[in-house]
């Protein structure tokens, strides 16, 4: 694929774990799905900084695959609702799966609010999927893992969701996170209690709280894949009160400020670290 293909094709991606890229040791690569349920999956090892790398919220379910020879493992990884310590391993393969933003694999065997910002092992949630474990672990082939995982996916579902859940994610995905609890009652046709305890009970979080993640998500987008750009200006367009509060959920959640992280990706090249396969 040719330079300008990938970019386009890392461009949409709008699920970003951009410390993890930035923590391994070469390159970061990149494989798409023709599931809508997945993201897309991903493959690194793991630097010698690794230790220090922080998960940032993304509303996504990840299931992380340990390629170590000797101790391999795997794990569910529930989105964390602030900038959190994601324990790599240095010198570590890791093949990942990102499911799209409110989307949970019906095969797991945990409620959404044991989901969110839990870590659970891969072969206690999904104890169907050993099989496909140690194929995944054993195999050097990023390509040939996400064949692996797909075959074990195909045929599967998401968890389904409330009519009223499944709605208001579609909204705030396609809002980028800008829109109130209130346009999502008249969105939806239902009382703001009602869409609360749906959503909950759906998603293991508020629909306030998912709408946090994802604007913030598309801030952290906007930042990697945008030349010019006024910080003011980001604020106002993704419906912060102002820039001073821009900027206080940014560092909650990216643990860092918008220029120093915009500082960082440029100085370590971000985009060209990512390799489509």
Not at 9 to 14: A, E, K, P, R, T
Not at 48 to 61: K, L, S, V, W, Y
Not at 151 to 170: E, H, L, N, T, W
Request: net charge negative; glycine share 4%.
């Amino acid at each position: 694929m040719s330079d300008t293909s990938a970019r386009s094709y890392v461009s949409g991606i709008h699920s970003k774990q951009p410390w993890f890229v930035l923590s391994a040791a070469r390159h970061f690569s990149l494989f798409g799905s023709d599931n809508p349920s997945i993201s897309h999956f991903y493959s690194f090892e793991a630097g010698n900084t690794a230790e220090q790398t922080m998960a940032i919220p993304d509303g996504c379910i990840d299931i992380l695959f340990d390629c170590h020879e000797s101790r391999p493992a795997a794990k569910v990884c529930g989105t964390t609702m602030q900038a959190t310590n994601a324990h790599f391993s240095a010198g570590h393969r890791y093949f990942g799966v990102r499911f799209v933003p409110g989307i949970i694999p019906d095969f797991l065997q945990a409620s959404a609010s044991e989901l969110v910002e839990h870590e659970l092992n891969l072969l206690d949630a999904a104890p169907l999927i050993r099989d496909t474990f140690e194929q995944i672990v054993s195999q050097p082939e990023f390509a040939l893992q996400a064949e692996l995982f797909s075959r074990f996916y195909a045929g599967k579902q998401p968890r389904q969701a409330s009519s009223a859940s499944a709605q208001a994610v579609q909204a705030i995905r396609e809002s980028h996170g800008n829109i109130r609890v209130r346009d999502l009652e008249q969105l939806t046709g239902y009382t703001t209690r009602t869409l609360q305890r749906q959503f909950h009970s759906d998603m293991g979080m508020s629909p306030k709280a998912f709408s946090r993640i994802i604007r913030c998500q598309s801030a952290v987008y906007d930042i990697n894949h945008r030349d010019e750009l006024a910080f003011s200006e980001l604020a106002c367009d993704l419906g912060f009160s102002d820039q001073s509060h821009f900027l206080r959920e940014f560092k909650q959640f990216v643990s860092t400020t918008p220029v120093d992280y915009q500082k960082r990706i440029q100085h370590e090249t971000y985009l060209n670290r990512i390799r489509y396969c």
